[in-house]
């Protein structure tokens, strides 16, 4: 049964970091990309970034490309989101996903398997 849990969020300061935690279990990576998305209030959810476990390819969101930065430890079935200089703009409820290897970079769309979400808030 493919199961990814995500950790890491919580309430920090503008212009703070975090970094969040997607961890997969159930299935094997090596022919999967895993990617991160956020949904804020009121809003449709976005795509953030995602990585390719069998090659490291990466895509971000054009928009967060330079504040955040994706990473896996293929040891752990673990990937992680970097979050810096963050921004009240930036609170949202952060998922992450599964998709076929091919898709990461090509679609936001056809991700599935989606963890609970972890609460990011961005506050003073």
């Known amino acids: 049964q493919v199961q990814l849990v995500e950790s890491g969020g919580g309430l920090v300061q503008p212009g703070g970091s975090l970094r969040l935690s997607c961890a997969a279990s159930?299935?094997?990576?090596?022919?999967?990309?895993i990617g991160w998305f956020r949904q804020a209030p009121g809003k449709e959810r976005e795509g953030v970034a995602c990585?390719?476990?069998?090659?490291?390819?990466?895509a971000y969101v054009a928009s967060l490309k330079g504040r955040f930065t994706i990473a896996r430890d293929n040891a752990k079935n673990t990937v992680y989101l970097q979050m810096n200089s963050l921004k009240p703009e930036d609170t949202a409820v952060y998922y992450c996903?599964?998709?076929?290897?091919?898709?990461?970079?090509?679609?936001?769309?056809?991700?599935?398997?989606w963890g609970q979400g972890t609460q990011v808030t961005v506050s003073s």
């Open positions: 996903a599964t998709a076929a290897d091919w898709i990461c970079g090509s679609s936001w769309s056809r991700f599935g398997s």
């Open positions: 159930g299935f094997t990576l090596s022919s999967y990309a």
């Open positions: 990585i390719s476990f069998s090659d490291g390819r990466i």
